[in-house]
């Protein structure tokens, strides 16, 4: 029931309002007025018909109405007008009442201001009376005690005279007592105070004896002042307070700088002597260590610790904080106290006159300058102990502690070159870590290396034996040799998986100098170029570099040196040097620019530049591979075709030794070279290539052509048919470079055998059956070396070459049965 009323309510009073908004709307409406309440400014209606127009005619608009009306619409027009009429005067009824209320109440609203402005009026009045007679009272008792106020005022300024003419009678008495006491800064007060009052009056005797009495006794404490500032047992505080109170006495700046800083310096040098002292613990530790101990003190990881200097009575974070706490922090301490009392406390007061601010600042920087240098030279010979890079985190904690306590010294002097020099030190500490980590992966890339040519040596005494076995394999024996030759490509992957893991973890210790913790390692001075210029080039670059040219150092050596280096160790080498160039350096290059973000300001070496390197050097020592493998076997065919007799030597009945071995061992290359290297791609075999005969003279030509012709009187027709057949062959390059695969490397090798065979058979003189011998090992070697090489035309063209020489060479160019030399052949 109460919502409904307070329903009905609430519409009942929204009603009245909308009403009223309407009523005032036709108000407004009729008086012409907008919504702020002034005249509407448009123009007024001419037309005596506008009923709501100044100028309505109602004769006009009766009969125009009449006339476009008809009687329905007349009537309800005038019932219309009828209800506006009432409608309007209701409203005026309601305006008329609501106005009478507010004029009622506005003559109440007056009628009361009035009664209470009267009683103000005569609150006013009252007040106004008891003003005037206060100040009658007051100018009463002013005159009246007039005279006793110019006698008390005279009274207090004799008081104030006397009291005055005491401190200075007294004041002899009161600066010994101060003396006694050693209140010095009390002293000089009372002194000050009075001493412009006593050179005032100097020119009377009684002021003059006190002048000279305090003179005097000033002079005594100003040397008890001089000579606590000498003896230097002094705190800072209280040789900062005897020279405050020296300035105040008058005592030349100048000296009083000099003094200051040479007191400090004797405390300072103290705490210099101490760092040195943990400097140099055991001076001659590191003269008798032997060769072998300073070379095993490289580090093979990182994470291995090695000494190669005395280690010192405390790590490099405990000499750091020892020198921060001690050191520069007496450092601060004193430039604090010389600029307060030399620079900031003689831009006011009496001071002012003499300027001694620049001069002072002056010999605070040379000061500073002075010690911040030794003190630099210790914290770098401090550095440079740190040889071992086991832990990275002590040295860049010290560092950055060192870093950021010089940087107060930068706060309290500006200008001064200390910061600079400091921030100079720790570039050069971060720049000799890295080359130390440098120095350390090339000792573990060397010492890998050895343990490589160990590896390699140890089955050596079992190496004829194997390779024996490895050719006996390819010929139709047993396969089990293989095995001696997979160590290699465990080797390969060891060395090169040890290799990048040694990175990683040098790189890991490395990024400790730009953590985020570290206050210099966000300084652009030391971030861009360290990252850049230190990481990237010094220490990654050059290791890669280091690797491709200590590999090409196994090639530049020949003689005794060159020849003990291992084969397999080239082989093993020029595979490591083309897997860098295809993958590794990329990759170690993106994680080192990942891991330390680095841009490239400055010129850095493209990753093609040393991909190239890389590929040089593989390339160099897969070529120098062949030739030593090449030598080697011709070193055998050599010593077989000088220490022979060909020219008396007996029927062939078997293959030579020699030539059995050559076949062992290229198999065996050929087994080695196929663990590192792929197939390769060959020309396609002829089905008859091991079965192929050889003449006494060229291949080119049929033997049962010229065999019946030769005669020894037709010796130049022969020599002319073989050098035109020499003229159409396709020439041997027999030095050339090799292709990265097992087929071109094998075929290098073989051609500097044959072509070894060759030049050896061409200084030589044969028999009858030294030619027959020759034709019965080239039938053999046929029969096997085919195999290994890209082109066999290659080894039939070199094979040819060697029957021709032979028989150019030969007393009684008889050449054997086909038959028979195969059967020999077969057997052997």
């Known amino acids: ?454 590896a390699l040596a140890t089955p050596r005494l079992s190496a004829t034996g194997t390779s024996m076995a490895a050719g006996g394999a390819l010929l139709g024996g047993p396969t089990s040799s293989r095995d001696t030759h997979t160590s290699l490509p465990e080797l390969l992957s060891s060395l090169s998986a040890s290799i990048l893991n040694q990175i990683k973890s040098v790189l890991t210790s490395v990024h400790l100098f730009t953590a985020k913790d570290i206050t210099f390692s966000n300084k652009p001075y030391f971030k861009g170029e360290f990252c850049s210029q230190g990481v990237r080039e010094s220490l990654v670059v050059s290791f890669i570099k280091f690797v491709c040219q200590s590999s090409r150092q196994f090639c530049e050596s020949t003689g005794d040196k060159g020849g003990s280096t291992p084969p397999a160790l080239l082989l093993l080498l020029s595979r490591l040097c083309l897997d860098y160039e295809t993958s590794t350096i990329s990759y170690i290059l993106t994680l080192t620019d990942e891991q330390f973000l680095v841009q490239h300001h400055s010129p850095v070496t493209p990753v093609t530049t040393l991909c190239a390197e890389a590929r040089e050097a593989a390339q160099k020592l897969l070529n120098h591979y062949v030739k030593v493998q090449g030598l080697i076997i011709s070193q055998m065919l050599r010593k077989s075709v000088e220490t022979r007799d060909w020219v008396n030597t007996i029927e062939p009945r078997n293959v030579r030794a020699v030539m059995k071995r050559v076949v062992e061992d290229t198999t065996s290359i050929d087994v080695q070279v196929g663990l590192l290297y792929e197939e390769g791609v060959r020309k396609a075999h002829s089905s008859d290539s091991s079965k192929r005969t050889f003449s006494v003279y060229s291949s080119s030509r049929q033997q049962a052509r010229y065999a019946a012709s030769y005669t020894p009187s037709a010796p130049m027709d022969t020599n002319l048919l073989s050098n035109i057949h020499k003229l159409f062959s396709e020439r041997i390059d027999i030095f050339s470079s090799v292709e990265f695969n097992k087929v071109s490397v094998m075929t290098g090798i073989i051609k500097i055998s044959l072509k070894t065979f060759l030049e050896c058979v061409r200084l030589r003189t044969f028999g009858r059956y030294g030619l027959q011998q020759i034709q019965v090992d080239c039938h053999y070697l046929q029969m096997y070396l085919w195999r290994f090489v890209s082109d066999e035309n290659l080894v039939h063209f070199l094979l040819d070459e060697i029957m021709g020489s032979s028989a150019h060479r030969c007393l009684d160019p008889v050449p054997m049965e086909q038959s028979v030399i195969e059967v020999i052949c077969e057997r052997g």
């Open 1 to 454: 029931m109460d919502a409904e009323t307070s329903d009905s309510a609430a519409s009942q009073m929204s009603d009245d309002s909308g009403r009223r908004r309407r009523v005032h709307g036709m108000l407004k409406l009729y008086y012409g007025l907008n919504e702020e309440g002034k005249a509407d400014e448009q123009p007024r209606s001419l037309d005596p018909c506008d009923i709501n127009g100044p100028h309505f005619d109602p004769e006009l608009y009766l009969n125009k109405l009449r006339r476009e009306c008809s009687l329905a619409e007349l009537m309800d027009h005038e019932t219309c007008m009828v209800k506006q009429i009432r409608s309007l005067d209701s409203d005026m009824q309601t305006l008329v009442y609501e106005n009478y209320n507010k004029f009622i109440s506005a003559t109440d609203t007056i009628r009361k201001m009035k009664n209470d402005f009267k009683k103000m009026e005569d609150e006013m009045d009252c007040l106004s009376a008891n003003m005037a007679a206060i100040t009658e009272f007051s100018a009463r008792i002013s005159g009246t005690l007039q005279d006793q106020h110019t006698q008390i005022t005279k009274l207090s300024g004799v008081h104030t005279l006397l009291r005055k003419l005491q401190f200075l009678f007294e004041l002899p008495a009161r600066l010994n007592k101060c003396l006694e006491l050693q209140a010095y800064a009390q002293a000089v007060k009372s002194y000050r105070h009075a001493r412009c009052v006593l050179q005032q009056y100097s020119h009377l005797p009684s002021f003059k004896g006190i002048q000279d009495d305090c003179h005097a006794i000033m002079n005594k404490l100003a040397q008890e002042l001089r000579q606590k500032f000498r003896d230097g047992g002094s705190s800072s505080k209280e040789l900062s307070e005897c020279v405050d109170l020296l300035l105040q006495l008058d005592e030349p700046a100048e000296e009083l700088c000099d003094k200051f800083l040479s007191h400090a310096r004797s405390r300072l040098e103290l705490d210099l002597q101490g760092l040195e002292v943990e400097i140099r613990p055991y001076p001659s530790a590191s003269v008798g260590r032997s060769a072998s101990e300073r070379r095993s003190s490289s580090v093979n990881s990182p994470n291995a610790s090695s000494v190669s200097s005395p280690t010192p009575n405390t790590d490099i974070l405990e000499f750091i904080d020892r020198g921060c706490n001690e050191f520069v922090s007496s450092l601060c301490l004193v430039i604090t106290s010389y600029q307060e009392l030399f620079i900031n406390h003689a831009q006011k007061g009496e001071l002012v006159a003499i300027n001694i601010s620049e001069m002072a600042n002056e010999k605070l920087h040379g000061f500073v300058d002075d010690l911040a240098a030794r003190y630099f030279s210790l914290v770098e010979r401090r550095i440079q102990e740190e040889r071992g890079v086991a832990d990275n985190s002590l040295l860049v904690r010290a560092l950055d502690r060192f870093h950021r306590r010089l940087q107060a010294v930068a706060k309290l002097l500006p200008g001064s070159t200390v910061p600079i020099q400091g921030t100079e030190i720790v570039i050069r500490a971060a720049t000799d870590r890295v080359k130390q980590y440098l120095t350390a992966l090339q000792s573990f890339y060397m010492d890998s290396l050895t343990d490589v040519r160990q």
